[in-house]
């Protein structure tokens, strides 16, 4: 039986390892999707003994499979954005703790405690429809800060360019958590010079602007903010814990997620650090579900396991998943 306090417990590249087979195994025993996957591969999962072998599902069958490792009741269910007539991604949770317990975790990892922060979120495209686990997430998160200023903002920009002139002129720690567009948009209407505020997006245009590269995006936001960098979070529908990134697009991961990078010819072989291809995800968070996947995001990994997303493979969706598509 693994708990949540083995996966999130994690301190050791080994201890990481040892966990991520055992979650493989028992996945494989209990997702029947995962395991018919496994076995069109011809997997065998006794002579799995290292995370380059274990198998990674691609992340579209999230869009047409239920993936799920046990028969508990559904307690909630997470969907990806997506234009009007297009198949959106549906993550079945059964155990919505362990999703709470991630993010809360991996928030204080990277930033300390949230009671230190108000939290303001402008997220129009999450916030108007049904589903979004940025929203769960983000909500949560206002609460925990306890702070009467924190909260969301859908159109009201004048209010929020007025928070926030107060909140740093009042030396308040804040971090402004936004969706890509809607950053620019503000920043359209009012020129900022912050001392005391993160901004962090959280990628996707929606349609509503042209794509751009990431150091044109943090060039302007840098500069109509007025802050030295522009932190990121790297998450999605299909997982249910985030990377961050505090600068330069470098994200760094909690200890029980972990990034290997295979051949874009080839999805059955991984490249060394430095090199570009796809972005293969292991969120043991996800162990009523699939720990182990295989996104559609371009990167590389470095030497000390960080890592950068570079685009999204031609011809996949273009959704809000925490990337400028090149």
């Known amino acids: ?57 691609p992340i579209q069958f999230f869009k047409s499979h239920e993936v799920v490792s046990n028969t508990n009741p559904i307690q909630e269910t997470f969907t990806s954005s997506g234009t009007t007539g297009m198949i959106t991604s549906k993550h079945l949770v059964t155990d919505v703790t362990l999703y709470e317990e991630s993010y809360r975790k991996g928030f204080s990892e990277f930033y300390g405690n949230i009671e230190d922060y108000v939290v303001l979120a402008l997220l129009p495209s999450y916030l108007e429809r049904e589903g979004s686990s940025l929203i769960y997430m983000v909500k949560d998160l206002i ?35 936004g969706v890509t567009f809607a950053l620019l948009d503000l920043i359209e209407k009012h020129q900022f010079q912050l001392q005391h505020t993160i901004i962090m997006e959280t990628g996707g245009m929606k349609g509503k602007r042209k794509e751009m590269i990431r150091e044109e995006l943090h060039e302007q936001l840098c500069k109509g903010f007025g802050v030295s960098s522009i932190h990121s979070e790297y998450g999605m529908t299909e997982l249910l814990s985030q990377a961050y990134s505090l600068g330069n697009g470098v994200f760094e991961c909690p200890s029980w997620i972990q990034i290997l990078v295979r051949d874009t010819e080839d999805a059955l072989t991984y490249i060394q650090d430095g090199k570009t291809g796809g972005i293969n995800v292991i969120d043991l ?10 996104t559609q995001d371009l990167g590389k990994k470095n030497p000390n396991n960080s890592f950068e997303v570079l685009g999204r493979f031609d011809n996949s969706d273009i959704r809000g998943c925490n990337l400028m598509v090149i």
Request: charged residues 15%; glycine residues 2%; contains cysteine.
């Open 285 to 294: 968070a996800n162990i009523n579900s699939c720990s182990f996947i295989a």
């Open 1 to 57: 039986m693994i708990t949540s306090s083995d996966i999130f417990a994690i301190s050791s590249q080994k201890q990481f390892e040892k966990i991520a087979l055992k979650v493989f195994r028992f996945q494989y025993e209990n997702n029947l999707v995962y395991q018919e996957f496994c076995s069109f591969l011809k997997t065998d999962p006794h002579k799995v003994k290292s995370l380059q072998q274990i198998p990674f599902l």
């Open 143 to 177: 609460a925990l800060s306890n702070h009467p200023e924190s909260g969301f903002y859908l159109h009201n920009h004048d209010e929020l360019i007025a928070k926030l002139i107060a909140l740093d002129q009042a030396g308040q720690n804040a971090i402004l958590i």
